[in-house]
């Protein structure tokens, strides 16, 4: 049974960092993809970023390009968000995802793609 639990959201002011982690049990980091989603009140989900093939591809929305960074630990089974320079635009729940299809690199933005999500951390970013 896969579980994923997020952690690590909270409220900051514009400008600021958030770390968010996603601690992964019964799941294996070694094909397929994992991910990063958010979702704001009244939108739909979207896709963050995501690293696939076992840590050797990561991909990023244009929006938080260099600003958010996705790394996993293959030892600690866990995949961590690092949020630098946060937007008020980026207020939303985030949810981490993950997935097994060997292909889902090329499709990593859809959302019905992935297996397995986590409840989701709120991250709110005042200006």
């Known amino acids: 049974q896969v579980e994923l639990v997020e952690s690590g959201g909270g409220s900051v002011q514009a400008g600021g960092s958030l770390r968010l982690s996603c601690a992964a049990s019964?799941?294996?980091?070694?094909?397929?993809?994992m991910a990063w989603f958010r979702q704001a009140p009244g939108k739909e989900r979207e896709g963050v970023a995501a690293?696939?093939?076992?840590?050797?591809?990561?991909y990023y929305a244009d929006s938080v390009k260099g600003r958010f960074t996705i790394s996993q630990d293959n030892a600690k089974n866990r995949l961590d968000l690092q949020m630098n320079n946060l937007k008020p635009e980026d207020t939303a729940m985030y949810f981490c995802?993950?997935?097994?299809?060997?292909?889902?690199?090329?499709?990593?933005?859809?959302?019905?793609?992935?297996?397995?999500w986590g409840q989701g951390t709120q991250v709110t970013v005042s200006s």
């Open positions: 019964g799941y294996t980091f070694n094909s397929g993809c």
């Open positions: 995802a993950a997935g097994r299809w060997s292909y889902l690199w090329a499709r990593w933005t859809s959302a019905s793609n992935y297996d397995y």
């Open positions: 690293i696939c093939s076992g840590g050797s591809s990561t």
